[in-house]
């Protein structure tokens, strides 16, 4: 079965305290996997999209990188307004579904 | 701004009733998808229209339905609403059905 599975759930970081998010996915040969950023109450944000096993993306104080079975999000020096939930997401070969991980609450403290 | 527009933002009915909710693309975007989030549990994927026709099928209730217009906007028909049903309701949409997914800014629905 398609899965995607987040770890931590939360997260609280001081502000500067580089960490990284994981998710790890099973699924049937992966077409792509997506990082969002959702705030409390408004739709998820689009970030990253990786498509194949040593891929790298970059933004800002955010750096995606794709393995195997698992993709990383890596947040560094972060600042309070990088506090949200971030949500991995992949698509599988066959189908069209799109699976979502239940997400990673970031709270960062000044 | 993601360019999905999505009305109305807030819903508030009684159980049995029905609700239609609507949802307008970005300009270009053939695709259309729909999520249902609740507190207790992540974006569970509904439904996908592309170009008017139906393109994946998800946890889709049978008391929900959707379609997609020959203009490309989409509406979510929820039936027979019970409580359970209180949930974020989020459309999505991408220029095909592999690509990248822009989000609106959902519908909040309450079931009283």
């Known amino acids: 079965e398609d899965q995607v599975t987040q770890s931590p759930e939360a997260l609280r970081l001081q502000e500067g305290e580089s960490s990284s998010l994981n998710c790890s996915y099973t699924v049937s040969g992966l077409r792509g996997l997506f990082w969002y950023r959702q705030d409390p109450g408004k739709g998820p944000e689009f970030l990253f999209t990786l498509y194949s096993a040593g891929e790298e993306k970059e933004k800002e104080r955010l750096k995606a990188t794709l393995t195997k079975k698992e993709s990383f999000l890596h947040i560094t020096a972060p600042k309070p307004e990088d506090s949200a939930t971030y949500l991995c997401?992949?698509?599988?070969?066959?189908?069209?579904?799109?699976?979502f991980g239940t997400g990673t609450s970031l709270t960062v403290i000044p | 701004d993601s360019g999905v527009t999505q009305t109305p933002k807030h819903l508030i009915t009684a159980t049995g009733q029905r609700v239609t909710l609507r949802c307008s693309p970005r300009s270009g975007d053939l695709s259309v998808y729909w999520y249902q989030q609740s507190l207790d549990q992540g974006l569970q994927f509904l439904i996908q229209y592309y170009n008017g026709e139906e393109r994946a099928k998800g946890n889709i209730l049978e008391r929900f339905s959707a379609q997609q217009f020959p203009d490309l906007h989409s509406e979510l028909n929820l039936s027979s609403l019970e409580l359970g049903d209180s949930a974020l309701y989020f459309c999505?949409?991408?220029?095909?059905?592999?690509?990248?997914?822009?989000f609106g800014p959902g519908t909040r629905l309450l079931v009283l």
């Open positions: 997401a992949v698509q599988a070969n066959t189908g069209n579904q799109f699976y």
């Open positions: 999505a949409s991408s220029v095909a059905s592999s690509e990248t997914q822009y």
